[in-house]
Every structure is written in structure tokens, then in C-alpha cells.
């Protein structure tokens, strides 16, 4: 409903990876009590989850109708599906260097701000856009 109604996708996405992020900082750095990591991750798969809602549709916005669904499986799945099947061992092979909350900070909160970031250089499309506007 934000991406819609309140403002454009772009925007929505780049809020929700923001405050997906800060959720998962805030329960690996701060949470103390079960109930705060309950909350801290409830928010976190809140937030992360509600980004897919917006950003394949987004990216599949940008490309010509003719290219749209490989480029949308190149540039929105294979990059999250790569990272789903590393990211394990990266934090794994991370957490005995570094600890178990900077591993997860260098693996999973810097790469969502760093998605964040490179949704800003998308351009805002107004609510009413059509179509032909994307082209």
C-alpha cells in the first residue's frame, strides 16, 4: 500500500530495506531479552519481506517489454539467490574472525544499506506514470 498510495515504489523500497536494516541492527547490537529479539526480528522479516512486494515489479519496470523477464531474473533474483546460498558461509567463516554481530553487520546490514543506496539513483516516477514513461 505505500508503494501505491503514498508514495512511489522507488521510495517505498528504499524506505523498507532502511528501516529492515535498522530493525536487524537494533535486535543483533541492542536486543537483550527474548522478547526484544522476538520483536527485532519480527520487524526485520517485516520490513525485508514487504521490500519484495515492491522491488520486482520496480525492476521489471525498467527494462523494454522484450528484455523484461531475463533481465528481472539477472539483475532481482540471481543477485538474492546468490546471497542466500553464501552469505551461511560467509558469516560462518566471519563469526570466529570477527564476532558473531559484526559478521552479521559486514554480511547482511551493509549490503541491504548498500541496495538501498543504489535504489536512490533510480529515477521517481510520479503516481500517475503510464507506461510509455518508463520507455
Known amino acids: 500500500m505505500t508503494g501505491e498510495f503514498l508514495t512511489s515504489r522507488r521510495n517505498a523500497l528504499i524506505l523498507w530495506i532502511f528501516l529492515g536494516a535498522v530493525a536487524f541492527s537494533a535486535t543483533i547490537w541492542v536486543a537483550d531479552s527474548y522478547l526484544a529479539v522476538l520483536l527485532g526480528f519480527g520487524a526485520t522479516v517485516t520490513f525485508l519481506f514487504g521490500t519484495e512486494a515492491v522491488r520486482m515489479p520496480l525492476i521489471g519496470e525498467l527494462f523494454p517489454t522484450?528484455?523484461?523477464?531475463t533481465s528481472t531474473s539477472v539483475t532481482g533474483s540471481l543477485g538474492v539467490t546468490t546471497a542466500w546460498l553464501t552469505a551461511p558461509l560467509m558469516v560462518g567463516v566471519l563469526v570466529g574472525e570477527v564476532g558473531w554481530q559484526m559478521a552479521f553487520t559486514l554480511i547482511a546490514i551493509l549490503p541491504m544499506l548498500a541496495a538501498g543506496l543504489t535504489f536512490t539513483l533510480l529515477r521517481a516516477y510520479r503516481q500517475d506514470a503510464v507506461l510509455e514513461d518508463f520507455a
Do not use: F, Q, T
Request: net charge neutral; proline share 0%.
Open 66 to 69: 522484450e528484455l523484461r523477464a
